[in-house]
């Protein structure tokens, strides 16, 4: 792709390649090999900048707000007081800037195993960014596995805001194993989303990461949302927990507070999110 030879494109595969996206490119704005993954970042006629990783697209600066209300927003507002939350990945930013839109929020620990990451969002993508150095959170470049596995306790929510579960760090985020750790990481009330696939291109990691953590917490439900920068548009989460269900808690106040900063969350989405279309639900109980 050189840039003599504009307009280009970025195509996604997906499906073992038999599927694809294509992105008209208007400029490559950074490309760099990291330790640990290709990270490319790319400007676009309609979708703003894209920010790619090992050739697959994690977020636009037009609908990330989808992904990033719903993973987070979710759990915050299922537990009555959150205060101490983990986010595992999620080193764009965008989750922990939805976290901090919640008042009672004091601490977040923010574990991304790409420095490089972290350091190209903050550059090319100052608005999803934009919380990520905020005095309350806490960096620490290290594999969500092994840093989860030492904590005891100590978070009210837990967020997973992992890279595809195909290689690697992200990989081993969707085990028994580490979700076990994530629930001695909580505390009693606790509770955790994860980011778990599509049911269209990716339905086997999808029932593989429903069929993990129902090893290791009695309470799981799986939630869905529109996203449609990602393959389907149709994205799958789970929250799970010890003892808390996922409804809404507390009164309304909570949420008014956040009036004017929400684009795709609100009240009535978190109850709609659990009703799953009855393939899904059919699925989801044979697993």
Known sequence: MAKENLPFFFEEFVAGGNVSTKYRLSKIDF???SPIQKIDVFSTPDLGKVLVMDGMVQLNERW???????IAHVPLFSHSNPESVLVIGGGDGGTVR???KHRSVKRVDLVEID???IKTCKEYFPSVASKIMDPSVSIYNEDGKNFVAKKKNEYDVI??????????????LFTEEFYSSC??????DGVISVQAENPVYDSKEMERCFREIKKAFPIVKPYIS???????????FVYASKN????????????????????YYNRKIHDAAFVLPSFLERLMSLI
């Open 244 to 263: 808390v269900d996922p409804s809404f808690k507390g009164d309304e106040s909570r949420i008014k507070a956040l009036d004017g900063t929400l684009i």
């Open 64 to 70: 990330e707000f989808t992904y990033h209300e719903m």
């Open 226 to 236: 529109f996203v449609p920068m990602y393959p389907s548009g149709f994205w799958v």
């Open 159 to 172: 967020i997973v805001d992992s890279t595809d579960p195909y290689k690697g760090a992200g990989n081993s």
């Open 115 to 117: 420095p490089d990451v």
């Open 183 to 188: 629930r001695e990481a909580l505390k009693d």
């Open 31 to 33: 490309s760099k090999q």
């Open 98 to 100: 939805e976290i901090l």
